[in-house]
Each structure stands twice: as structure tokens, then as C-alpha cells.
């Protein structure tokens, strides 16, 4: 069995990857299968983690940082030092809840805003971890949110992309910098 991947949760002044904003056409492309879990994608991993981490995420897709690969990095309790973070390949949802929950998204890739967003409660997910072992998952709340939010960037989908109240939308996306059409809405 591989070893497990261990980052420390600190900030680096340089992280090693560099995210992608808004904009930028390659949070636009569906990602592609990863084909075999190696140490050269467990590097990348540990790297993303300390992305991730740099940048106050609590989680991080490939396509964020220029990478057209089904993989997520997840931990929604980076303080606690012993809270082991989430690494998906490939993963797939395979169940929603009827139940809808909204709450409010940042995302990593359009920095200072964050709106209300409605999405399925909880969900089971398969997928890959960072040693190749398939897994399956059956979560809620917060983990279920960042999952399916992380999940949307594989298919070129940003969170704003779901956000109803198109007022509050533009006025902080014009706030911060953001091109209200780079926006592809999906409600």
C-alpha cells in the first residue's frame, strides 16, 4: 500500500501551484479520467494540499490550477491538524437527497465573493483515494456541499454559474474584479 500523503497545514509565502481565476478559459473544460494513481499524482496532490492550504481553501480542483484531471483535494477542518484531508480521483456522484440546502460558496478561483447557492443536502460519491483503493462515501452538510462544488469545476462549472439571485451576483462580481459574462448560469 502506498504511504499516506502528509501535509502540513500551514501557509507557504509561495505556494507550489498557482490557481486560475475567473475568466481564465481552463476552469471552462471538462476534465479527463486519471488514469493511474502514481507517486508522480500523489506529488501533485501533496502540492494542491499545500495550494489549498496557502490560499485559506477548504478544497481545490485540478482544473483550478491548470490541470485537466479528475482530482479534488478536500478538508473542510484545516485548522485541526489531525483531520487526515479528502483526496478524490474520479469521482462520481451516485445518489442526491431530494432535500436542498442553501448556503453560501467562496470559491479559490474567484477570491472575495461569496453567494447563496442551492444544492442537494447529501449525496454518495465513489471514487478513487490517493493509494488507488475505490471508495464510496455517504455525506452531508458542508462535505457534501465543497464535494458537489468541487465536482462542478471537473465539468467546467463555477459556483456563480448556480447562484439564482442574479442582483447580488453582478454587484459582487463587479466588486471584485470579475466579468459578470464570464457567468454561464445554470438556474
Do not use: W
Not at 489549498?52 to 478544497?59: F, P
Not at 483531520?83 to 477570491?111: H, R, T, Y
Amino acid at each position: 500500500m502506498a504511504p499516506q500523503i502528509l501535509v502540513e497545514k500551514t501557509k507557504l509565502k509561495t505556494p507550489p501551484l498557482e490557481v486560475h481565476h475567473m475568466g481564465d478559459r481552463v476552469l471552462r473544460q471538462p476534465a479527463k479520467r486519471v488514469s493511474k494513481v502514481d507517486d508522480s499524482l500523489r506529488t501533485l496532490i501533496r502540492e494542491m494540499l499545500q495550494t489549498m492550504y496557502s490560499e485559506d481553501g477548504i478544497g481545490l480542483a485540478a482544473p483550478q490550477i491548470g490541470l485537466n484531471k479528475q482530482l479534488l483535494v478536500i478538508d473542510i477542518d484545516p485548522e485541526e491538524a489531525s483531520n487526515k484531508p479528502l483526496v478524490m480521483v474520479n469521482p462520481v456522484i451516485k445518489s442526491f437527497s431530494k432535500e436542498l440546502a442553501l448556503d453560501q460558496e467562496g470559491c479559490l478561483s474567484i477570491p472575495g465573493v461569496f453567494l447563496d447557492v442551492k444544492r442537494p443536502e447529501a449525496i454518495e460519491v465513489a471514487f478513487k483515494d490517493e493509494t488507488g483503493r475505490p471508495r464510496k462515501l455517504k455525506v452531508n452538510d458542508i462535505l457534501a456541499r465543497v464535494i458537489q462544488h468541487e465536482m462542478d469545476h471537473l465539468n467546467g462549472v463555477l459556483f456563480v454559474d448556480r447562484v439564482a439571485n442574479k442582483v447580488a451576483l453582478t454587484q459582487e462580481l463587479k466588486k471584485q474584479g470579475f466579468k459578470v459574462g464570464d457567468v454561464k448560469s445554470l438556474v
